[in-house]
């Protein structure tokens, strides 16, 4: 099914200060963002990702470009002529309101009547679980209970779009993982499309249905959490996502969105190749650790190196390799008890890589 | 053990315990006297002769002391009301808008009557409203309010601004982000929150207003006695001890508007 775009940035750059102190937080960053899905920017901090949604929100406005909402400009307008809602990093519940009056705020200034806002918040409440505290200070009530609060407090008005700056990262880890299942689960019963800000890689690829990467003000790559992790497209991506294993290698052929990757050892891998990108003589090559195998020296093995370290970490034990062509290469083997690793260090050892599994570079 | 390695505690240093009541006893034991004595039977700034109320009483009686010490009051509580609007505004403009060229001189010039000399903010309005007499012919009391709101504006303006300051001002944000126009998002949430700091204003301007003598003795027209220029011209003339009582009245309303402005901040 293809959904309407619910939000749209076009070349939007924002510049902040002037002349040459000007920070560009921003620089002609596009992206689509489609109805109902649960879209999250990814990056580390600076990278923009906080200025974009606050260009969205509209406490911010763009030095350049367009941001349309269902095909309207709405760049131009003040936040509370959006109808946008955010969930802040510390929440900014009003002190001085109730749980109930706080999720109440929105609808009753956008001038609904009092039924019909209680009604809301009643239901609203039900929907974060909270029913009994309606009638709590804000201060009385947990940070967990807090935040919960805050999303209902947001969603109450039914925002076309919700917008959620690193709402998680004051929680604890538990909680954290709590309320991770919570917004997806929010998320899919309200139907709204959520827009998550985070620099946590684990909660950007459990969430969402779609992670934009940034880095520097630009956005680096988008596409599913499955499409980012496996088909990394930037060294960035790679780098920022997971762990990877980079390889040097030269492209001695191309066919139907692959290339054939001589790796530096002499052998070659199958290696996926980034959209539109048909390169031609040395590329890298990024291999995740789960994705290879240890393998007997020698015979039918990728690579071959010595074993340098093995560390072991429960649900699985990583191998580091020194490759006998120079570099490091790193396996992570899952533990299992008819397949245990056998590897030690100083081993001779070789790495098996399967076909579908090494994805080209663009860089 | 060496001096270097000691820990500095000043309330460990030999001698301040003694320092400290010597300084206790300068400041509480003459308005100690003084409400004590207000209560003396006899017209005796210096002798006990029992306990009355008599003082109390013949202050009551005494139409001059009334009128100056309602005149006091309205005049603190204008002036205090129009100081404390202006200190509200000139504080929102200072910590909420966009930065502006020249903002640290306008810090300065709003808390300019803290720095000037009483005394020359009093020959100077003595001057300027001479000035404006002889232009319009009016001599009544709103010169007395004009210059108490004037010089009220910067200690009602320092509590406002520092609760705008500690207030997290996303909160105005996400009133924004919630569909509350500007002035719904300052009614709804900036005013609410910043009560306790406008009253502590308030209180702090009104207690200034009622005790000022410099600029008021300078610029009261003739028959227009505050409570202190009142009591001073009393003294000049002979001690009665109904100053006494009217001190005692005025110190227990001070420290019930101090009092209570201190709870209110405390309980933010």
Same mark, same amino acid.
């Given at each position: 099914?293809?959904?309407?775009?619910?939000?749209?940035?076009?070349?939007?750059?924002?510049?902040?200060?002037?002349?040459?102190?000007?920070?560009?937080?921003?620089?002609?960053?596009?992206?689509?963002?489609? &109805?109902?899905?649960?879209? +999250?920017?990814?990056?580390?901090?600076?990278?923009?990702? +906080?200025?974009?949604?606050?260009?969205?929100?509209?406490?911010?406005?763009?030095? &350049?470009?367009?941001?349309?909402?269902?095909?309207?400009?709405?760049?131009?307008?003040?936040?509370?002529?959006?109808?946008?809602?955010?969930?802040?990093?510390?929440?900014?519940?009003?002190?001085?309101?109730?749980?109930?009056?706080?999720?109440?705020?929105?609808?009753?200034?956008?001038?609904?009547?009092?039924?019909?806002?209680?009604?809301?918040?009643?239901?609203?409440?039900?929907?974060?679980?909270?029913?009994?505290?309606?009638?709590?200070?804000?201060?009385?009530?947990?940070?967990?209970?807090?935040?919960?609060?805050?999303?209902?407090?947001?969603?109450?008005?039914?925002?076309?779009?919700?917008?959620?700056? &690193?709402?998680?990262?004051?929680?604890?880890?538990?909680?954290?993982?709590?309320?991770?299942?919570?917004?997806?689960?929010?998320?899919?019963?309200?139907?709204?499309?959520?827009?998550?800000?985070?620099?946590?890689?684990?909660?950007?690829?459990?969430?969402?249905?779609?992670?934009?990467?940034?880095?520097?003000?630009?956005?680096?790559?988008?596409?599913?959490?499955?499409?980012?992790?496996?088909?990394?497209?930037?060294?960035?991506?790679?780098?920022?996502?997971?762990?990877?294993?980079?390889?040097?290698?030269?492209?001695?052929?191309?066919?139907?969105?692959?290339?054939?990757?001589?790796?530096?050892?002499?052998?070659?891998?199958?290696?996926?190749?980034?959209?539109?990108?048909?390169?031609?003589?040395?590329?890298?090559?990024?291999?995740?650790?789960?994705?290879?195998?240890?393998?007997?020296?020698?015979?039918?093995?990728?690579?071959?190196?010595?074993?340098?370290?093995?560390?072991?970490?429960?649900?699985?034990?990583?191998?580091?390799?020194?490759?006998?062509?120079?570099?490091?290469?790193?396996?992570?083997?899952?533990?299992?008890?008819?397949?245990?690793?056998?590897?030690?260090?100083?081993?001779?050892?070789?790495?098996?890589?399967?076909?579908?599994?090494?994805?080209?570079?663009?860089? | 053990?060496?001096?270097?390695?000691?820990?500095?505690?000043?309330?460990?240093?030999?001698?301040?315990?003694?320092?400290?009541?010597?300084?206790?006893?300068?400041?509480?034991?003459?308005?100690?006297?003084?409400?004590?004595?207000?209560?003396?039977?006899?017209?005796?700034?210096?002798?006990?002769?029992?306990?009355?109320?008599?003082?109390?009483?013949?202050?009551?009686?005494?139409?001059?002391?009334?009128?100056?010490?309602?005149?006091?009051?309205?005049?603190?509580?204008?002036?205090?009301?129009?100081?404390?609007?202006?200190?509200?505004?000139?504080?929102?403009? +200072?910590?909420?808008?966009?930065?502006?060229?020249?903002? +640290?001189?306008?810090?300065?010039?709003?808390?300019?009557?803290?720095?000037?000399?009483?005394?020359?903010?009093?020959?100077?309005?003595?001057?300027?409203?001479?000035?404006?007499?002889?232009?319009?012919?009016?001599?009544?009391?709103?010169?007395?309010?004009?210059?108490?709101?004037?010089?009220?504006?910067?200690?009602?303006?320092?509590?406002?601004?520092?609760?705008?300051?500690?207030?997290?001002?996303?909160?105005?944000?996400?009133?924004?982000?919630?569909?509350?126009?500007?002035?719904?998002?300052?009614?709804?949430?900036?005013?609410?929150?910043?009560?306790?700091?406008?009253?502590?204003?308030?209180?702090?301007?009104?207690?200034?207003?009622?005790?000022?003598?410099?600029?008021?003795?300078?610029?009261?027209?003739?028959?227009?006695?505050?409570?202190?220029?009142?009591?001073?011209?009393?003294?000049?003339?002979?001690?009665?001890?109904?100053?006494?009582?009217?001190?005692?009245?005025?110190?227990?309303?001070?420290?019930?508007?101090?009092?209570?402005?201190?709870?209110?901040?405390?309980?933010?």
């Amino acid at each position: 099914m293809v959904s309407a775009a619910a939000v749209e940035a076009k070349n939007v750059t924002k510049i902040f200060g002037v002349g040459q102190d000007g920070v560009r937080a921003l620089d002609r960053v596009s992206v689509t963002i489609r &109805e109902n899905e649960f879209f +999250t920017l990814l990056g580390p901090s600076g990278c923009g990702k +906080t200025t974009l949604l606050r260009l969205i929100a509209g406490f911010d406005f763009p030095t &350049e470009g367009e941001i349309l909402l269902y095909g309207q400009d709405i760049a131009p307008l003040p936040p509370y002529k959006r109808p946008v809602n955010t969930v802040f990093q510390n929440y900014s519940l009003f002190p001085h309101m109730t749980v109930g009056q706080n999720i109440g705020f929105g609808l009753e200034m956008l001038g609904k009547p009092k039924a019909e806002v209680d009604a809301r918040v009643t239901e609203m409440l039900r929907l974060v679980r909270m029913e009994e505290l309606r009638n709590r200070k804000t201060s009385q009530i947990s940070g967990g209970q807090q935040q919960r609060v805050a999303l209902a407090r947001a969603l109450a008005p039914q925002p076309k779009v919700l917008l959620l700056d &690193e709402p998680l990262s004051a929680l604890d880890y538990k909680l954290r993982k709590d309320m991770q299942i919570e917004l997806k689960r929010l998320q899919n019963e309200t139907g709204i499309t959520f827009i998550f800000v985070t620099h946590d890689q684990e909660e950007a690829l459990t969430m969402s249905d779609r992670i934009a990467v940034m880095s520097k003000g630009h956005i680096l790559q988008v596409g599913s959490p499955r499409e980012i992790y496996d088909h990394p497209a930037e060294r960035f991506v790679a780098n920022f996502i997971g762990e990877t294993n980079f390889l040097k290698g030269d492209v001695a052929g191309i066919a139907g969105g692959k290339a054939d990757v001589r790796l530096a050892g002499g052998t070659a891998v199958a290696a996926t190749l980034p959209e539109g990108f048909a390169p031609n003589g040395g590329v890298t090559v990024v291999i995740r650790p789960e994705h290879a195998q240890v393998a007997p020296a020698g015979g039918r093995a990728t690579l071959n190196g010595t074993v340098e370290n093995v560390v072991y970490f429960g649900t699985d034990t990583h191998i580091h390799l020194r490759l006998d062509e120079g570099g490091e290469f790193i396996v992570r083997q899952q533990n299992s008890r008819d397949r245990p690793v056998t590897v030690v260090q100083g081993d001779k050892a070789g790495v098996l890589i399967g076909d579908n599994v090494a994805q080209v570079l663009r860089d | 053990m060496t001096a270097a390695t000691k820990p500095f505690i000043v309330n460990r240093m030999p001698g301040f315990g003694t320092m400290a009541i010597a300084v206790f006893l300068m400041l509480y034991l003459p308005i100690s006297l003084l409400i004590i004595f207000s209560f003396n039977e006899r017209e005796s700034l210096a002798v006990w002769g029992g306990f009355s109320w008599r003082w109390y009483e013949a202050a009551w009686q005494n139409r001059d002391i009334k009128d100056a010490a309602f005149r006091s009051l309205w005049l603190a509580g204008f002036a205090a009301t129009i100081a404390t609007a202006a200190a509200t505004l000139a504080a929102i403009a +200072t910590t909420r808008g966009k930065p502006f060229l020249g903002m +640290t001189t306008v810090y300065a010039v709003i808390n300019m009557p803290l720095m000037v000399p009483e005394i020359v903010t009093a020959v100077a309005l003595l001057i300027f409203f001479a000035w404006i007499k002889v232009a319009t012919g009016y001599t009544g009391a709103a010169y007395l309010v004009a210059a108490h709101a004037a010089f009220c504006v910067p200690f009602a303006y320092l509590p406002i601004r520092a609760r705008l300051e500690s207030m997290d001002a996303t909160l105005e944000v996400a009133a924004a982000d919630l569909y509350a126009s500007p002035w719904q998002a300052f009614r709804r949430i900036t005013l609410p929150l910043l009560w306790p700091g406008i009253i502590a204003g308030f209180m702090l301007a009104f207690v200034i207003s009622l005790d000022d003598v410099v600029i008021t003795e300078h610029i009261k027209s003739a028959g227009m006695e505050t409570l202190p220029t009142y009591m001073l011209g009393q003294l000049r003339r002979s001690m009665s001890p109904e100053v006494n009582a009217v001190s005692a009245i005025f110190f227990l309303l001070s420290v019930v508007l101090v009092t209570f402005f201190f709870f209110l901040n405390r309980k933010k």
